[in-house]
């Protein structure tokens, strides 16, 4: 956050991947240098036709009811999207909990990404037409240049895209390092998470030494073509705000016995428990039981 304070940069988004993680460490950070923190999550969206292969999706919470719709859907996913150790999220979820949040197309890895990739440019207009539905003014066509396999393919079949059926674009920076040196500690990092070794020929490459945080005048540089990608993320950090009261601890409303308070309630449920324990133990004595 002293870096992004440091650039002049007004605000900055995190999204942990199917969780917040990182976020309230990064909200009294982003306070203390200044900074707005645009608050979100990375999904993984099910492809019901290829359970393998889910889809990539960012969700950002343009207020307080977004931010609660984005805790259902995390919980959600790990409650009852879990495949093969990850957690997933269901395209009716996301109609159901959609209130407050705007939704960035995941890139490459969107399902929009994925279909013009891969030639299908009729079933990605059909995607996109069923977003901007589901998010009416609040669904962006996401964009990276960060080196890595067909992005300028993408980037062009996507702008085509947008342009046909008014979908905004945004140019946003998949952030995995802090500056660039740190690419080969990275790739450690990721390798270890794999179980793999850095000099295995079959192991994926999903990163390039690109991702790391750029200035607003790399970004500018990079996009000096789409210049509305850029005018773009200051709207979306214009839109999104969300505070997240600190310090102040939230019990479950528990259900209780009619006429009994909560508190009632638990210093009868711990009497009646310590009694039993002192049967399981066979603790009779008075005195015993008192020390």
């Known amino acids: ?126 995607a996109l037409t069923d977003w901007m539905a589901i998010f009416p003014d609040r669904f962006y066509l996401e964009l990276h240049r960060t080196g890595r396999p067909d992005e300028e393919d993408f980037i062009h079949g996507v702008v085509a895209l947008a342009a046909d059926l008014d979908c905004p674009v945004v140019a946003t920076n998949d952030v995995r390092f802090h500056v660039q040196e740190e690419y080969e ?20 490459r999903l990163y390039s030494e690109q991702q790391y945080l750029k200035s607003p005048e790399e970004m500018e540089a990079l996009f000096s073509d789409i210049p509305e990608a850029l005018a773009n993320s200051i709207e979306i950090a214009r839109r999104c705000s969300v505070t997240i009261p600190l310090g102040e601890p939230y019990l479950p409303d528990f259900p209780v016995p009619q006429g009994m308070t909560i508190d009632e309630f638990l210093a009868k449920q711990s009497h009646e428990g310590l009694a039993r324990r002192f049967e399981e133990l066979q603790i009779a004595d008075e005195s015993d039981r008192k020390r």
């Not at 909200?27 to 099910?46: T, W």
């Not at 500690?185 to 994926?204: K, N, Q, S, Y």
């Open 1 to 126: 956050m002293e870096t992004v304070a440091g650039m002049e940069m007004p605000a900055v988004a995190i999204t942990d991947l199917t969780n917040f993680y990182g976020l309230i460490k990064a909200y009294k950070a982003a306070q203390a240098a200044g900074i707005k923190l645009v608050v979100g999550a990375d999904f993984l969206l099910e492809d019901p036709a290829d359970r393998d292969r889910p889809h990539g999706l960012t969700l950002l919470a343009m207020d307080d009811t977004g931010y609660r719709n984005l805790i259902c859907l995390i919980s959600k996913a790990w409650q009852e999207g879990q495949y093969l150790g990850m957690a997933r999220i269901h395209r009716e979820w996301i109609t159901q909990f959609s209130d407050g949040v705007l939704a960035l197309s995941g890139g490459r890895q969107g399902d929009v990404g994925q279909l013009l990739i891969h030639g299908h440019a009729d079933a990605a207009r059909a």
């Open 185 to 204: 500690a990275h790739e450690a990092r990721v390798c270890i998470g794999d179980g793999r070794t850095l000099d295995d020929p079959r192991r994926p």
